[in-house]
């Protein structure tokens, strides 16, 4: 009782170190592209004289392929790293069966970057021997510095990533919805996506422990730098 | 010397079990979005019967923007992961000076959960406590799982991608510079793309120790996945 006590409070003093969960990692992925990059392309065909229709169609094209090049290629990597894991721990298995001196060697190569002695080490790495469960685990950890993948987070990571880019990218495609006009829609486009890239970017600062004005800041000249070349490029084609 | 030597064999026996640097990680993220959403973008505006001359500008300014969003924007994750690094070093710097008991605490409770009994850990804990800068890098990494990021990372990563993104965006949009009628050049497009894909997957599968045939399928498969996605909502938003 005491143990798990003492561990919830370890714990939670680890946690205190982390101010971003994987999710809001994910939906910033997300969003921060969904946000700049079909901005960026209405804004540049809009001053290629393009019309609402042309720039919406090519906006949601862009926005669903963009949600599945993420959320594919996201939740493939995902596996991939999964994957990978399960090779990594089944090697690491089969050297601690096949050669346990060289791994026994690897423990006091690791402990003894940090200035511990042979005879402060070695009761650790005997320890280790004759545990090879927690062994593997500390070679996982110490040596290959890789933790156990959660199988759901592929699924929850890349589901997350593709929702977040639709989110992101809809709002500046909502006035071409509305605007026929373009020149009229790209304004009020400028106007709700540059609200939006302050407020997220402020978010983004906040749960990544980073100044959030800062952040804000350098979120909306992402987005400003982004339409400004899809802007010269669109320019540079039609001309 | 002989220390030097095992050292170095040591290294190479741990870079075996990466089969990617970083760099290739940035080209692999670069190429696969770059191939697969202006790919996707000017399927799917074919599919909705824009000219050629459209499709080249939606599509240059898409990789435009797509490449400041990447480039720019990992730049800015590295140099915030740089500063989380700087910031929880110097935590827990002052915790080793402020609270070094709770700090010991935390090193038994890292060493117990791998069956290390206290008589077999403490003189580990012990010369810990008598170098700081060692106890330091300890709990840097075995507490908060942080490496010290290179400086020069954060540029390079960026410029990695945003090229990569560039270079993979150009490849299907090469047929619309040279085939004024888009139907025929999203054909050729099409052929193109589709052995780029294949190409890039089978390198990437390599390159990251995985199946490279099911990797290049895969690939391919999510091409032709955010192609009928955009070529589905680009019908969608015309009709």
Same mark, same amino acid.
């Given at each position: 009782m005491a143990r798990e006590l003492e561990n919830s409070l370890l714990n939670q003093h680890k946690e205190k170190? &982390?101010?971003? @969960?994987e999710i809001v990692r994910d939906i910033i992925i997300g969003v921060s592209d969904g946000l700049t990059v079909p901005f960026a392309l209405a804004a540049g065909l809009s001053g290629a004289n393009a019309s609402s229709a042309v720039i919406l169609t090519a906006g949601v094209a862009e926005v669903a392929a963009g949600a599945i090049s993420m959320g594919l290629g996201g939740y493939l990597a995902a596996k991939s790293e999964a994957d990978h894991y399960m090779r990594e721990l089944k090697r690491e298995q089969e050297e601690i069966i096949a050669v346990p001196d060289t791994e026994a060697a690897e423990v006091a190569e690791i402990l003894s970057?940090? @200035?511990?002695?042979p005879h402060e080490y070695t009761p650790v790495v005997n320890a280790l021997r004759k545990n090879p469960k927690a062994w593997l685990d500390f070679m996982m950890k &110490?040596?290959? @510095?890789l933790e156990k993948p959660d199988p759901k987070r592929a699924l929850q990571s890349a589901l997350t990533i593709a929702i977040a880019y639709i989110v992101g990218g809809l709002v500046p495609l909502l006035p071409y919805f509305f605007i026929p006009t373009a020149t009229k829609a790209v304004a009020a486009s400028v106007v709700l996506t540059l609200m939006a890239l302050l407020v997220f970017g402020y978010a983004k600062g906040h749960f990544t422990g980073n100044k959030p004005f800062r952040s804000a800041l350098q979120t909306a000249l992402i987005g400003a730098a982004a339409s400004a070349a899809a802007f010269g490029m669109a320019k540079a084609v039609q001309g």
């Open positions: 170190h &982390f101010t971003a @969960g970057e940090y @200035g511990i002695q &110490f040596e290959l @510095g």
